[in-house]
């Protein structure tokens, strides 16, 4: 399966969107921030993602073509998209080194 630029780029926005959230964290800014898009992903209309990405984006993100956003967020809404709320997620545990069993 290949997937497509615009596939690749929402994979991408979601990951910057949505860290993993320690117990500490959960009502910290990624949260505040998550909780915003999917709140412009479930109701928002162009004017309100517009504004939005002129006062919250930066870098890269606000160099993006507005109908670059207007896409990703509104594309989330018309395909049943899950946007209900941030995720806390447990790390993986760590990996132990293999052993160096001579013999």
Do not use: W
């Not at 949260?31 to 209309?45: M, P, V, W």
């Not at 049943?80 to 132990?96: I, K, L, M, N, Q």
């Amino acid at each position: 399966m290949r997937l497509t630029t615009r596939e690749i780029r929402a994979a991408a926005l979601l990951c910057l969107l949505t860290p993993t959230i320690g117990a500490a964290q959960a009502d910290g800014p990624p949260t505040r921030r998550t909780k915003e898009i999917i709140a412009l992903i479930n109701d928002g209309t162009p004017g309100a993602i517009s504004a939005y990405v002129d006062s919250a984006f930066g870098g890269r993100m606000r160099g993006m073509p507005l109908s670059a956003h207007l896409g990703f967020m509104l594309g989330q809404r018309a395909t049943g998209a899950d946007s209900t709320g941030p995720r806390r997620s447990r790390a993986p545990p760590p990996r132990r080194p293999p052993s160096s069993r001579s013999g």
